[in-house]
């Protein structure tokens, strides 16, 4: 089991960038696929990035080329590099872990067991 808590996220300007974090508490993050959603008021939530045990990653179109998913798993905390941010990007930012016992990952499309609060991103043009 593992308790996710998110922080990072602050109101930008357009093209600025961010870095959001996700610290987890217990299990070891090698155990897990990680990921990221969002959820803006009134939309559904978005899966953003994952990354799997061995390292490698997917993104949503939206973000390809602008965000970067990666892990310490020495320190138990993933991240979420966010570069050149638009309005189409603020919303409320989760991060997400799915137990693996390979690099088999869920579709950022299923719910995933553990996720955090949340941290609000907020991008002004």
């Known amino acids: 089991q593992v308790n996710l808590a998110e922080s990072g996220g602050a109101s930008v300007q357009v093209g600025e960038s961010l870095r959001l974090s996700c610290e987890g508490f217990g299990d070891s993050y090698t155990m897990y696929c990680m990921a990221w959603f969002r959820q803006a008021p009134g939309t559904e939530r978005e899966g953003v990035a994952r990354?799997?045990?061995?390292?490698?990653?997917d993104y949503v179109d939206s973000v390809k080329g602008r965000f970067t998913i990666s892990k310490d798993n020495t320190k138990n905390i993933l991240y979420l590099q966010m570069n050149n941010l638009r309005p189409e990007d603020t919303a409320m930012y989760y991060c997400a872990a799915e137990y693996s016992s390979s690099d088999w990952c869920p579709l950022l499309s299923w719910v995933w067991s553990y996720r955090g609060q949340g941290t609000q991103v907020t991008v002004s043009s």
């Open positions: 990354i799997r045990r061995d390292g490698s990653a």
